[in-house]
Structures are given as structure tokens and as C-alpha cells.
């Protein structure tokens, strides 16, 4: 297949705002894909099957080629040379990969080139995201929606999930399972309104820690541990390896919350904790788990067991002293307790969860709710503008978007310069140039990379912005460099909190 196919459907897909439209457009190129079906997914979703391959975007941009005149690229000359250049290590690797940047650029055309760029440097954003690239899979496999996102959730990675559906229908989606070391997609909470509202039922409520989301996979004395986006951090916290391989169980899949903590027991900031993620991260500051699921044990998946089986199989592989505080089957006064109890410790609040649900991963829905004193969002930063008075020289006011859930570029709801310290402007102004698209005298524009939690008291019909919506009294709390725009909250999420919204 023409890379040029490749981007003549994205180009297609991103002009259009109807997700069917976008399906019936991805879904067209996928039957066509043959061999090439994982590779082509995975440029269309914007993640290549090599990752960052070693070129930033400042290498990228820099690079000067005139382009072919006509296509003749295919994707798998693109993939091998994405291969090539992933490779290049040692003295003089710098230049290789130059050089080979420089031949692949040579033989693409404009569109290829822009296509190229964006790709590599982590920032297409042509509106095939997850979402409707799986009901893409579905339709061009002719396959049901629910096996290929179980598939999906299984597997962790669109390109496998697609070679499954395309090559061997539901037969092969159904071969997924949990498999050691394999990590899945975590499960997430919703916002919920007030304590009460989200206690209807039987439920089970605990601590909602201001930690990193984590996953834990132990077979014998492996462990491998992974952040919420999958990406692998065993080498950065040894003493959770130590502890985990020290923990009852023989194998286990857990699920929970790691952070740092001062001397009594209160959580340290969370950019501390994040900083324990890097590749030279500093080893003094040791980190605390706290664990809240358990997905599977001692050669028994738990994924489709109701939570309260699940909860069982937690203290069974743990141990109570590493089980998230909480309380099961709470009356209201013990759930106000607990949720006073984590306010105390200088946690956010808690998760109620339906002790009856299932583990449905990647999922936000209402089996598990989120309840804290003050509603935030995760939303994009779009732009952001130079400061005035004390703030003269710094990159001050934020323009912030909420996700397209149709994989359209986020949708912009507002601006904030409440909430950011001189330490964050001075952040800002160092590091929004990096993600730069293009400014004007007041104003830098930055592509979709950076996630920001906002604190707001609600939010009001607006005809400011393209969303219909605007925030009200927001201001920044930090931000969240475990998230990437595609978990940022959607422009649905906050049409929901619109006053008379059900």
C-alpha cells in the first residue's frame, strides 16, 4: 500500500466532523491493507509500531528536502526506515539519522512530508482515535463493536487488535486473554455529583490517593510495573519490585495508586512522584503503593468476577496493610467518615464503586465515581499568552480545550492565569516553546501535547467558544504529565455539567 492512501484518509478524516463519515473512511483503507494492516493503524492513530524514534521535533522541522513530485512511497519503505532509524545508537548516530530522515523526506511529497512530521513527532491529531478507529476495525472486519474493545482492552495496542479482526474475525479477537506482562488498559472513574448520589447500591468507597496511577503484574519473582498509559517504569521503582516480589501471592495482576509521603504519612506533591517515573529519576525519594483491585490471582482471572470477588482476591494477594482505606457497604455516616478521614490526610476525597461491576477497562463509566470537594477537569492547553504587569516576560494565560470524542482537535472552553505560581510561569515560559505551532505577538500556540487539571465551579452556556460551553472560575491545580490529550475529559463531560443537564 501507497503511503499516500494513508494520508489521503487521514486528510479525509480530519475534514469531517461526523464520526460515520470517519469510520466508513478508516474502514475503507483498512480492507485494503492487507500485510500492512497494524502498520497503517498505527500511523492513523498516530502511534507508529517503534515509538519516539530519536528525532525531535526542532531535528524534524529543521530538516530542508524538496519533495517528489508524484507518490511513490509505500508503507512498508516507511516502516523499514522508521526501523532503521529507531536503531541508530553510538558515535555519529546523530547524523545517521539525519541522513536517513533526510532520504526518506526526500522521496515523499509535500502532503507525505506534513504527514511525516506530525507522525514523528507525536502529533497527528487527524481524528482517528481510539474510539473510532475500533469501530473502524469492526466494520471493515465485519465483526461486533464489544469483541473487538475486549480485544482491545486485552491487548493494550490497536494495530494487534486490527491484524486479529482482519485476519481471523471473533475467533481470533476471543483468543485474547490477560497474559502476564502483558498490561491492560486501567479502568476509570466518572465525576459524581455529591456522596450521596453515588452511593446508591452496594458499594464499596475508599481513599482517593493525589498519587500516580499504577499497575502491577507479578509471575514468581518477575514484576514488571506500568503507569496508567502502559509504558513501563520497572527499572525506575525498585522498591516496589522489592516489595511486590515480597507480597502472598504467586501471580497477580493489581491495579492501584503509588506515591511519596512525608514523615507523617501525608502526600508529598504529586510532581515528585512523577519525577520517580523518569530515566534517571531520584532514587532517595521512595514511593508508597496502595493497591484496589486485583484482575487476577494465582492463575485465575478476575476480570469479568464481580468487585466483590475482586476485593477478596486483593486482600488475599496483598495483605490488609497495602489494600486502599475505605470501607465496604458503608451506611452514609461511615462513608462521610471516610471521605472526612481522606480530606484530613490531604488526599483529593474518594472512589465509590459498585461492589456488583465488572472491571471494564479503558472505560469511563458509572460503576466507579470519583467524589471531591472541588470539581476538576483534565483538559489541553491550546495556547497561551504573555503576562502583564508583574507577569511582563512570562507565558501566563492559559487557552484550555476538552477533548473531541469523535477525534476532532480539541474543542477550546476557555482561559486561565489563576492558580499558577512564579515557579509554573517560569515552567511555561521554558517549556511551552517546545510545543510550539505558531504565535503571534501576544499569543504562542502550542500543538495538542500538554494536559492541565483545572479547578472550576461549574460551567455555563457560551457562544465564546465552538463547544457551546465555557468554564466558570477555573484556575490551575497542576499539571499532569502521567496523561496524554487523549485522556484529557471531553467536551461531552462538560455539557453534562451544564445546569438541567441529566
Known amino acids: ?99 536517513l530522515l533526510g532520504a526518506l523526506f526526500g522521496a515523499a511529497t509535500v502532503a507525505e512530508q506534513r504527514f511525516l512530521l506530525h507522525l514523528l513527532a507525536g502529533e497527528l491529531r487527524q481524528g482517528a482515535l481510539e474510539g473510532v478507529m475500533l469501530d473502524a476495525i469492526a466494520a471493515a472486519a465485519g465483526v461486533g463493536k464489544e469483541a473487538v474493545r475486549r480485544a482491545f482492552m486485552l491487548s493494550g495496542r490497536l494495530p494487534d487488535t486490527a491484524e486479529a479482526a482482519l485476519t481471523g474475525g471473533e475467533a481470533a479477537l476471543n483468543e485474547f486473554g490477560l497474559t502476564l506482562g502483558r498490561p491492560i488498559r486501567p479502568m476509570l472513574a466518572s465525576p459524581g455529583e455529591s456522596l450521596a448520589e453515588a452511593l446508591e447500591g452496594a ?47 504467586r501471580q497477580a495482576v493489581l491495579d492501584g495508586e503509588t506515591l511519596a509521603l512525608n514523615d507523617d504519612g501525608r502526600p508529598r506533591p504529586f510532581q515528585e512522584t512523577m519525577s520517580r517515573f523518569g530515566a534517571t529519576s531520584e532514587r532517595e525519594l521512595l514511593l508508597h503503593p496502595y493497591f484496589f483491585d486485583c484482575v487476577h490471582l494465582d492463575g485465575a482471572d478476575l476480570i469479568d468476577a464481580p468487585l466483590r470477588e475482586r476485593n477478596e482476591a486483593l486482600h488475599k494477594a496483598v495483605g490488609d496493610a497495602l489494600v486502599i482505606p475505605g470501607a465496604i457497604e458503608p451506611t452514609v455516616e461511615q462513608a462521610e467518615e471516610v471521605l472526612n478521614a481522606a480530606l484530613e490526610k490531604g488526599h483529593e476525597g474518594v472512589v465509590v464503586k459498585d461492589l456488583d461491576s465488572t472491571y471494564q477497562a479503558g472505560r469511563r463509566g458509572k460503576a466507579w465515581r470519583k467524589v471531591k470537594p472541588v470539581h476538576t477537569l483534565d483538559l489541553v492547553v491550546l495556547a497561551a499568552e504573555w503576562g502583564h504587569g508583574r507577569r511582563t516576560g512570562y507565558l501566563s494565560n492559559l487557552h484550555l480545550g476538552a477533548r473531541d470524542p469523535d477525534g476532532g482537535p480539541p474543542i477550546m472552553v476557555g482561559k486561565t492565569f489563576k492558580g499558577l505560581t512564579d515557579e509554573l510561569l517560569a515552567w511555561q515560559t521554558e517549556e511551552f516553546p517546545k510545543y510550539e505551532d505558531r504565535r503571534t505577538d501576544w499569543t504562542v500556540y502550542l500543538r495538542p501535547h500538554l494536559v492541565v487539571e483545572i479547578a472550576l465551579d461549574g460551567v455555563q452556556v457560551s457562544s465564546r467558544y465552538p463547544g457551546g460551553v465555557a468554564l466558570r472560575f477555573a484556575r490551575v491545580v497542576r499539571y499532569r504529565p502521567d496523561k496524554e490529550p487523549p485522556e484529557a475529559d471531553t467536551i461531552d463531560t462538560l455539557r453534562a455539567m451544564l445546569p438541567g443537564s441529566s
Open 1 to 99: 500500500m501507497l503511503l499516500a492512501d494513508v494520508v489521503q484518509t487521514s486528510a479525509a478524516v480530519s475534514a469531517t466532523r461526523s464520526r460515520l463519515a470517519k469510520v466508513e473512511a478508516l474502514a475503507e483503507l483498512l480492507r485494503r491493507a492487507g500485510d500492512q494492516i497494524g502498520t497503517v493503524v498505527g500511523y492513523l492513530a498516530g502511534t507508529p509500531r517503534q515509538g519516539r524514534i530519536g528525532a525531535g521535533w526542532r531535528t524534524l522541522v529543521d530538516l530542508r528536502h524538496a519533495p517528489a513530485e508524484s507518490p511513490s512511497l509505500t508503507v512498508e519503505e516507511v516502516d523499514h526506515a522508521f526501523d532503521e532509524i529507531a536503531a541508530t545508537s553510538g558515535k555519529g548516530s546523530a547524523q545517521r539519522r539525519s541522513d
Open 203 to 249: 458499594v464499596v468507597i475508599e481513599y482517593k490517593l493525589d498519587g500516580a496511577r499504577i499497575q502491577v503484574h507479578k509471575d514468581g519473582d518477575e514484576v514488571h510495573v506500568y503507569t496508567r498509559t502502559l509504558r513501563e517504569i520497572t527499572r525506575s521503582v525498585p522498591e516496589l519490585v522489592d516489595l511486590v516480589q515480597r507480597l502472598p501471592a
